[in-house]
């Protein structure tokens, strides 16, 4: 099995390291745990966390700012896009311009081609 990648069963569960270690109905969830994508569910469950932290617990302001920031990485992480992505973005934008934004006069601080 390659790193960072889950072979499946013949039940269509995934299978691998971790999975040795858990019990059947854990397997499950697992499983359903593979098929998330992104960071929204985690950031909407620490958002939850900290406000009942904050209504529990109030004085422990050195555990409130652990989950705020926590919460802050995981954001960055969700709006974090690849350089590959930004040349694409960038490609994209540089082509509406040249092609529409420019032929029709409108000039947002682009030299004429």
Sequence with gaps: MSQGTAKKN????????????????EKLELDEAYHIQGVDDEIALLRLKLRELAKEQPERIDLHLKAANTIARLVKIRYQISKEQKNSLKEAITRVLTEIALPLGINVGMKKL
């Design 10 to 25: 013949r039940n269509g569960n995934h299978r691998g390291f971790y999975s040795r270690a858990l019990q059947e109905a």
